[in-house]
């Protein structure tokens, strides 16, 4: 572990010094279609791949994925088409290069996805049943299982990494990012929960790691993704000094089964294809409601049927409408839609002869780490790809049943990268052995005229079983031991200060401030009081971190409510453990939400201010980009325009240059949270 350290910021969560370690030439977080596709395709290239996730192989969000992927694959559809619509929903913050790129390279990939093993429905005749959904106005939806895409997208998957033999490791929670000495990605740090083969802290040190944590939907009360969906990838990479972009466009899902008032935690989904197979919106009274509203109606982009179902249940004091597919009835429910079909009937209600409850709830994050075209963030090495990333594509909502695809095409963007990368440091190394070889040889030559043949006949040997291991094509391409015990990182004097986590009894609190403040309805006074009440929970933490006797860096101003309280009153530091990082990683994450959130002084795609309701396309199309420093400040800025730029880590602001910039609407601008500094466009 000689020569390497942890990250930039400095910034790491509090855990211990790991206790083993492996090497490899790629490490992928994450076993959804993006981390595996990934894989696959570094793996098969001769890169030795690590896939580490946070619970089973198949237990990542895409398996919940119901409605399907979307692609031109249809007579008359063309990538063109696609990208249109795909702009409108992005309500003018898509970047169109990334659009573009999407859509075109979407059907070659899905193709392969299919060759892949991904078994995809199809008509009488044979070709790929495509169904409509949101904002689409071609069918270009492709799906499995009727409403079951995602499992058997993870499904195939699986098979084909079990086939390849990946080495894989389960149930581990990826913690920090490590970097060597010029500040390049050397691999990750990561607990393993269980017994086994590794277990507790340890590292898979790699050149590469990519990205594929999934969301973050767990920051509020109620939401469509898994348990595990804790933010830890947007959160690893902000403590690695990572710019993170369109962070506030968080899509509510118009249709989420209603549970009941108090039901928190991952809530059932009512797939948008329900609706692209002609269900309806109505209110209690049987009324339609979408008609007139957008020419679309019920298909209309999520953000807009989002709004007016808020709309609707505000008007009549209730908490949910109703989604009306009666018309479909019994054999339909159970050919085209059996999962959904299924979860309705185990919580008490049958839409084959009732309409279905629903209400809004967190679906997808829009934004996450910026990356460019190939997937690569500010940090030399760190990829990010599917919900974790934000590469251009969704702008400020995104188009239904563009995400599987996003991960899909971009995942084969990185390994595509990596690859290309790894082969040029093989012919540099290759050179380097050539010149080393005809060094030796030369001294050889010279030793011979004093020396007899025969030792210099065992040193180009030597040399010879040097160069062995990488012309394998089956071995790291760096030179690899054996999983060992990291003695190097055990002295915790050589790593950065710890930050300081929060209670993980706190967890429920954050999802409670954000759905409060930061849901489908936002204001300059919500979000200023979610800011505060986040910010709290942030200096308790500091203040129970906090050694006796003296104060963190980070720690609140001598003047804050409860900063001079004694140390008996101070609250007991939480323990390092999966509860307390997630909770950490949640606050992290909402902390950077609702900053950008409260700056972004419009209205636009799925961020929803009503005080302030109309889009703003001359201050507010363009994006927010924001970074952590070693402070534990974080750092906004706006770009200049709606294009995201390239990506490359000479263009990542210095904080030591960073310069206010003044207002840029009216006088009632909010100022900046105390622990937010916005920058000037580099």
Known sequence: MTGIRHHATGIRLTAPAPGWSIDADVVVVGSGVAGLTAALRCAAAGLATVVVTKARLDDGSTRWAQGGIAAALGEGDTPEQHLDDTLVAGAGLCDEDAVRTLVTEGPDAVRRLIGAGARFDTTDGGEIALTREGGHHRSRIAHAGGDATGAEISRALVAAVREAALRTIENALVLDLLTDADGRTAGVTLHVMGEGRHDGVGAVRAPAVVLATGGMGQVFSATTNPAVSTGDGVALALRAGAEVSDL?????????????????????????????????????????????????????????????????MELHGTEHMYLDARHFGADMWERRFPTILAACRAHGIDPVTEPIPVAPAAHYASGGVRTDLRGRTTVPGLYACGEVACTGVHGANRLASNSLLEGLVFAERIATDIVERANDAEHVRDAERANDTAHTQGVAQTNDTAQTNGVAQTGSTARADDAGPAAEGTAPRTPVAADRPLAAAADPAALPAPSPLLDPEQRGTVQRIMTRGAGVLRSAESLAAAADALEALHDGAVRAAAPDGARDADAPDAD??????????????????????????????????????????????????????????????????????????????????????????????????????????????????????EESQP
């Not at 089964?257 to 108090?262: Q, S």
């Not at 240059?657 to 207002?663: M, T």
């Open 248 to 312: 506030e466009f968080v899509q509510f899902h118009p249709t989420v089964l209603y549970l009941g008032a108090d039901s928190e935690g991952q809530q059932p989904l009512v797939s948008e294809a329900v609706r692209g197979e002609g269900a309806h919106l109505v209110d209690a009274s049987g009324a339609r409601f979408m008609v007139g509203q957008h020419e679309l109606a019920e298909l209309a982009p999520r953000d807009i049927v989002a709004k007016a179902i808020t709309r609707r």
């Open 560 to 677: 804050a409510p409860g900063a001079d309280a004694p140390d008996a009153d101070r609250p007991k530091p939480a323990e390092p453990g999966v509860e307390a990082w997630e909770a950490t990683n949640l606050l992290l994450v909402s902390r950077v939400l609702v900053a950008a959130a409260r700056r972004r002084e419009e209205t636009r795609g799925c961020h929803w201010r009503e005080d302030r309701p109309e889009r703003d396309d001359e201050n507010w199309r363009r994006h927010l980009v924001v970074r952590l420093t070693s402070e534990r400040r974080l750092v906004l800025r706006r770009t200049e325009t709606a294009a995201f730029g390239p990506v490359s880590p000479a263009q990542a602001p210095d904080c030591a240059a960073a310069s206010p910039i003044p207002p840029t609407t009216t006088p009632t601008t909010d100022p900046p949270p105390a622990d937010v500094t």
